[in-house]
């Protein structure tokens, strides 16, 4: 899949077949969406294209109105996006920055300047619930209406079930904020996972051998930190999980992360309150030396919520804490049913 930061690039392929949309998580219902469009792009002859956004629309009007509280937590990261969307088979992502002009353009002018003179669609796919435009004053009507005056397709998709339960972000979300890993794995049709390099923490977890009797490499981490920037991602998860570990060896590792701001010690931390995915694998692969991993891109899939963070008063208590934690990890994936 290519992938164009922004709409005036002279390798963005012209007369696609298009889908818009913010493609948070990229659950069942986006990819019963994209299935679509890429048939309907075969049998045009034409590559399929997705358009996002980033900023997230709602974290960029947050952000002018000073309300972080509006801003909705994220599903996925933009990496982990854009490799759900390839794994869908896109052929090309547009991600548009979402600015003051893009907020403030006319439906008219979007359909004019983008769909048309930008990209020169020739179908174009949206969901049960597009708005578009400044004041999401442009709907399906508007849409069908250009289409049938310039010459392109469109076409509408209804909600997914699954279950009786309508399919959407926003029931994405509630699941992984109240810890309901498997529902929201089924929403998705995959486990809940977040991506990114490794790079280096505290080294607190090392440090922890020296107060945990038997355990003189204490919890070594693996570590994924994200942006400290103004649009920072907030996750729609948090807490303490079981998880297995993609892209250092050729199976996947067990182990147990926390997900969050880092409150077990100290509220001035170096972290400073921007999100951290800290892992701990259980049984350490001999053939990987310890900084091997560092730089790697790796996936985590979360698989079960054991609690939410905690703030332990001292690194004994953290060290305990810990331990209970591996011990219930390790006694989740026992229990769990053979895979087929």
């Not at 900023?55 to 490799?83: M, Q």
């Not at 992984?176 to 490794?198: K, N, T």
């Not at 790796?298 to 953290?318: Q, S």
Request: neutral net charge.
């Amino acid at each position: 899949m290519r992938i164009f930061h922004g709409l005036r690039h002279p390798d963005i392929a012209p007369g696609c077949a298009l889908t818009i949309g913010n493609f948070d998580g990229v659950h069942r219902g986006h990819q019963a969406m994209l299935a679509l469009l890429n048939n309907e792009a075969a049998h045009r002859g034409v590559p399929s294209c997705v358009m996002t956004f980033e900023p997230h629309p709602r974290d960029y009007f947050a952000a002018v109105h000073n309300k972080p509280d509006l801003a909705p937590p994220r599903i996925s990261t933009l990496r982990d996006k854009l490799d759900e969307l390839a794994n869908c088979g896109v052929d090309q992502t547009i991600v548009l920055p979402f600015n003051q002009k893009l907020a403030s353009m006319p439906p008219q002018a979007f359909i004019d300047d983008v769909l048309v003179g930008g990209l020169g669609v020739r179908y174009v796919l949206v969901g049960d619930d597009f708005r578009f435009g400044a004041r999401r004053a442009g709907d399906y009507a508007m849409l069908d209406a250009a289409g049938i005056a310039h010459g392109f397709d469109v076409a509408r998709m209804q909600s997914y079930e699954v279950h009786g339960l309508r399919v959407s972000s926003t029931e994405v979300r509630a699941a992984l904020a109240e810890g309901r890993m498997d529902d929201a794995a089924r929403l998705l049709g995959r486990p809940y996972s977040i991506s990114g390099h490794v790079v280096h923490g505290r080294k607190l977890g090392r440090k922890l051998g020296e107060s945990a009797p038997g355990r003189g490499d204490g919890f070594p981490t693996l570590n994924l930190r994200f942006s400290r920037r103004v649009h920072a991602w907030k996750p729609a998860a948090s807490g303490i999980f079981v998880v297995e570990v993609h892209g250092l060896t050729d199976t996947p590792l067990q182990g147990v992360a926390n997900l969050g701001v880092r409150p077990s010690l100290d509220p001035r931390d170096v972290n400073a309150g921007r999100v951290l995915l800290e892992t701990h694998v259980f049984d350490w692969p001999a053939e990987l030396d310890g900084q091997e991993a560092y730089g790697k891109i790796i996936r985590v899939d979360l698989l079960h919520k054991l609690h939410d963070e905690r703030r332990y008063h001292n690194l004994a208590a953290l060290t305990e804490g810990i331990a209970r934690d591996c011990a219930d990890a390790r006694a989740w994936f026992a229990a769990r049913p053979a895979r087929i």
